[in-house]
Each structure stands twice: as C-alpha cells, then as structure tokens.
Nanobody, 115 residues
Framework: VQLQASGGGLVQAGGSLRLSCAASGSGFSINTMGWYRQAPGKQRERVAVIGSGGSTDYVDSVKGRFTISMNNAQNTMYLQMNSLKPDDTAVYYC??????????WGQGTLVTVSS
C-alpha cells in the first residue's frame, strides 16, 4: 500500500487546513486509516482514526476542531483542521492498516501554526 499525503503548510492560529492522504496499490482492503503527528522533541501521537465503516476516534486535544473522513471509493482520507493552535505544529503522517500488509505509512506533511 502506497500512501501519499498532502495539504500541509503554514497557517496563523485560528486558521484552517485540510490534509489529504491517497492510498494506492492493489490486492488490499483497508480496515482503518488514521493521522498521526510528531512535534519536535516529542513522540508520535495518534490524532484521529477512521474505520472502514465510518467510526471515528480523536485524541482529546483535537476533539471539536478536527474532522477525519474517508472516501472509500477513492481510498482517500481527509483531515479537516479548524481553529488551529501553535501546539498543532507537527509533521503529520497518514497511516493505513490492512489485513494483508499490516501498517503502511505516508511520507509526512508539515503543518506549522504561527501565533
């Protein structure tokens, strides 16, 4: 499974960004997809996940601000990020889990929120 993430950039606090992650390849069915982030000097943390049936889960710090969604037909996942804060600054990685291939990771996209 190949994952291509995009949509990061520089935004002022209070602004919005939308991240996208496109999965490609063949012979797999995605079970879950998710977004993780890693800030400088910190461990990678799970931000949001979505199951193939549409169930979602978020880390407490982004609840009410971020929305994860997935277009199953296109194997594309999105993360709509609103009311961004400087603490959201990190490299964001997309992840996909399939029974056949296990965990796959995208290359990361940098989100920088200025105060």
């Amino acid at each position: 499974v190949q994952l291509q993430a995009s949509g990061g950039g520089l935004v002022q606090a209070g602004g919005s960004l939308r991240l996208s992650c496109a999965a490609s390849g063949s012979g797999f069915s995605i079970n879950t997809m998710g977004w993780y982030r890693q800030a400088p000097g910190k461990q990678r943390e799970r931000v949001a996940v979505i199951g193939s049936g549409g169930s979602t889960d978020y880390v407490d710090s982004v609840k009410g601000r971020f929305t994860i969604s997935m277009n199953n037909a296109q194997n594309t996942m999105y993360l709509q990020m609103n009311s961004l804060k400087p603490d959201d600054t990190a490299v964001y990685y997309c992840n996909a889990y399939t029974l056949r291939f296990g965990n796959s990771w995208g290359q990361g996209t940098l989100v920088t929120v200025s105060s």
